[in-house]
């Protein structure tokens, strides 16, 4: 199959717009906040469930424990957010959002989980099994990619 069918064509454009609008929404969110687009996401995802555990953060946002680590060290140097000891089991971390993270998340454009990740949500199961087959037959056929990209935020990419 050519790579230059109107097909192929169409479907270039479709990611390009969906990169494009990827990237002017982390502009976005950077500008309005000084903080990256995942680091907004773990914010909310914070707010949503305070006291979150960091793997149960990697979790929610679908990135290795230790990107998620890394990602928490820079806000939390900024002040946006805070690392609590268990007081029954002191191994066990716990985060929350700081004041000065409530006020950077109340400035941060909507959604703050991403345009993407919120799109994504929008889309029925069905559409959503497609996608991914569709996908993954994509990749197939791209050769040599790198799975580790698979466990970080779009926007470190």
């Avoid at 990611?15 to 680091?39: L, Y």
């Avoid at 087959?133 to 799975?147: E, F, N, P, R």
Wanted: some cysteine; overall charge positive; hydrophobic content about 45%.
């Amino acid at each position: 199959m050519s790579s230059n069918t109107p097909a192929a064509s169409e479907a270039l454009r479709q990611f390009r717009m969906i990169f494009g609008a990827v990237r002017q929404h982390f502009k976005a969110v950077e500008k309005a906040c000084g903080v990256s687009g995942a680091q907004i996401w773990a914010m909310a995802a914070l707010r949503q469930h305070p006291g979150m555990k960091v793997s149960e953060l990697a979790q929610a946002l679908s990135i290795h424990a230790s990107t998620a680590s890394n990602l928490l060290d820079k806000i939390e140097k900024a002040g946006l957010v805070r690392r609590e000891r268990n007081h029954v089991d002191q191994r066990v971390v716990q985060l929350y959002l700081t004041a000065a993270g409530e006020q950077a998340l109340e400035r941060a454009p909507q959604p703050q989980t991403g345009i993407l990740t919120h799109a994504l949500g929008q889309l029925p199961d069905d559409a959503l099994a497609r996608l991914n087959q569709d996908l993954a037959a994509l990749i197939a056929h791209m050769g040599a990619v790198d799975t580790q990209a698979a466990q970080k935020p779009l926007s470190e990419l």
